[in-house]
């Protein structure tokens, strides 16, 4: 597999044109992904070349719907840094947040975003129910999810964080259909729009879409409720 032209046709089909610096950055982080992996749960891929479509690849799928220029990106829920710290190295003008609240977790991205000389990286290891509700409420042009939850909470965790004008992007599988009504009514009541599916293309895989959510008004105060408010009861 050469996998420097498969990162560089997924990257190209957004105007992105990846570097041998880039690319062996990508290559890097997988390596140290990998490796924390046998000592910690960061992710169920651990064959190399499934990891490299799978997590490097499946990342780079987000920079079709990203606007360009210098944005903030939210990464919420980022486990081991997917699609954060790719994104952040195929978009070096962009300012990526990785919300982690598992503090064995966030240790490692912090050490990944050091390791790699990521300058344009931060690590929050709150919860993004508490980020949404302080110091990181509606500041983002974009927050991005993958594996996460369903999509009445993702818009719970997410929306918050973003600005009116800004977007958010859950990535999902086949499943996507069955969370459509009660994610569409979640957006609503936060300051969401219309809920928009985007297929994607991403070799050896098929059903992965991406779900876009633009930010039209400002979220209530009220929301996203505390942890302890909403115990696992959906706002749907």
Request: proline letters at 6%.
């Amino acid at each position: 597999m050469d996998t420097d032209k498969i990162w560089g046709e997924i990257a190209g089909r957004a105007g992105v044109t990846l570097s041998a610096e880039q690319n062996a950055t990508l290559s890097r982080y997988l390596d140290l992904l990998i490796e924390a992996n046998q000592r910690m749960n960061l992710t169920r891929i651990t064959d190399r070349a499934a990891a490299e479509v799978g997590h490097v690849g499946d990342a780079l799928t987000v920079l079709a719907f990203l606007p360009a220029g210098p944005i903030q990106l939210a990464d919420v829920g980022s486990g081991g840094g997917v699609p954060g710290i790719p994104l952040a190295i195929a978009r070096p003008e962009m300012r990526v947040t990785l919300i982690e609240s598992t503090k064995k977790k966030a240790t490692f991205l912090r050490e990944a975003v050091t390791q790699l000389n990521l300058t344009n990286v931060a690590v929050s290891d709150e919860r993004a129910e508490d980020a949404g509700l302080r110091d990181l409420r509606e500041v983002f042009d974009v927050a991005v999810a993958r594996a996460v939850g369903t999509l009445d909470w993702l818009m719970e965790w997410c929306l918050p964080l973003v600005k009116k004008g800004g977007k958010m992007l859950a990535m999902k599988g086949p499943k996507h259909m069955e969370e459509l009504v009660a994610g569409q009514k979640v957006a609503r009541l936060l300051g969401g729009g219309k809920v928009v599916v985007h297929p994607v293309v991403l070799p050896g895989t098929s059903g992965h879409v991406i779900v876009e959510v633009p930010k039209i008004g400002r979220t209530d105060p009220d929301y996203p409720r505390e942890p302890t408010m909403s115990k696992g009861k959906s706002l749907a």
